[in-house]
DNA sequence: CTATTTATTTACCGTTCGGTATTTAATACT
DNA sequence: AGTATTAAATACCGAACGGTAAATAAATAG
């Protein structure tokens, strides 16, 4: 059975695909922030009517997460994939050269949704500033655990603290997208790498 | 002439200190960014009526300029303070530890005002958005111009450019700044300093 | 052909936003 | 004492905000 026959559901059907949207979405968010994105905006990026939003996607705050959700999953996907390379050097040279590339990508927004979703905000919008501050933190003891496992394997010296260096590198990680934001381009982020990598420790 | 003893002006006078209410809005728009800081909450903080600040700062706009004036030049005055240290290791050194100690205070707003005031933006605030970008790439612009100084007096590799350098040094502190919003301690910060700057070029 | 279900459209809601006109109070000058 | 000057306080403005009720259109099920 073929799933492009599925029988059809029951009323009017929709007339926008819900995924593309959360995709345009996303480039508004990611661009403007949480709170600096206003639903006018997002509802001209989207193509369709207010009410049509919120019908397919619930309040401006789930409309956020489910656009994080597809930004986690796709975008910066690479992160996780980074920390799957044998060793502890080869991951967090992945994870530097390909948040490079992808920071300062010019065919979408500069910079991490993560960082600059909502670093400040006004009063009501402290909880998305929480969960964005979790992901990240979320991103950083993922690190300290693949560092610690690289340790215990004589692959990372063990006179360092990994959670220090694992905040270490997240830190740079967060600097290179404010400065993607502010205009850097994958070239200077790359040579910014060159000089954090040139000194891994041994 | 006694400077306390100056005739005093013509009207009704202030009954607020100008100095002390754009502390007041600092603490402010520290937190909340630019437009996460609303009127009504820079209101109820400096305690005055709100045509009373207009008349005093002009709008919004002014008010944030007035504030970045006296926050560059007070509580972040530390920066140029280090360019001037007799080393280029020593300057990076004093900028990094301080920057550490500052970004990380408990006894103020976490990470650093120039990061987090107006990363991102709605309509109508990207002005704001970009003049703070060009502050940061001052700084930056100013710690490459000390690194060729220090090139020029034999006091920094000359194989290393000095405006990668400054660009990876910028981006380390201005990570710094995104963890400490985010709730890393001074003595976290200090760590990342300490790997930073054990990895000194020669 | 009718009923049911679901989506879109139009028009609108109350609240908060940044900003101000107007009135009232406090001081100095003459 | 009266007037000019300056600031504070009250009350308000239009616009933009996030969000929604009600009506209409398009599909399936019987």
New binding site residues.
């Given amino acids: 059975m073929n799933v492009t026959e599925m029988?059809?559901?029951?009323?009017?059907?929709?007339?926008?695909d819900h995924e593309e949207a959360l995709d345009k979405a996303l480039l508004v968010f990611w661009t403007r922030g949480y709170?600096g994105?206003?639903?006018?905006?997002l509802t001209d990026a989207l193509g369709?009517?207010?009410?049509?939003i919120?019908?397919?996607f619930g309040?401006?705050?789930a409309l956020f997460r489910k656009v994080m959700r597809k930004y986690l999953s796709g975008p910066v996907s690479y992160v996780s994939e980074a920390f799957q390379q044998p060793t502890a050097k080869q991951a967090v040279e992945m994870l530097l050269i390909k948040s490079a590339e992808f920071l300062g990508n010019p065919d979408h927004p500069k910079g991490c949704m993560l960082v600059q979703g909502a670093l400040t905000c006004?009063?009501g919008a402290e909880l998305i500033q929480q969960e964005l501050a979790g992901f990240r933190k979320g991103y950083e003891n993922a690190l300290t655990k693949r560092l610690e496992f690289a340790q215990s394997h004589h692959d990372f010296p063990k006179e360092i603290n990994p959670a220090e260096f694992a905040k270490y590198i997240a830190t740079v990680h967060q600097g290179m997208s404010v400065q993607a934001t502010s205009g850097a381009t994958k070239e200077e982020l790359l040579a910014v790498v060159s000089l954090v990598l040139k000194n891994w420790p041994r």
Wanted: aromatic share 6%; proline share 10%; no cysteine.
């Fill in positions: 029988k059809r559901p029951r009323g009017r059907p929709s007339v926008f709170e994105a206003s639903m006018a905006e369709i009517n207010r009410p049509s919120y019908a397919a309040n401006k705050e006004g009063q």
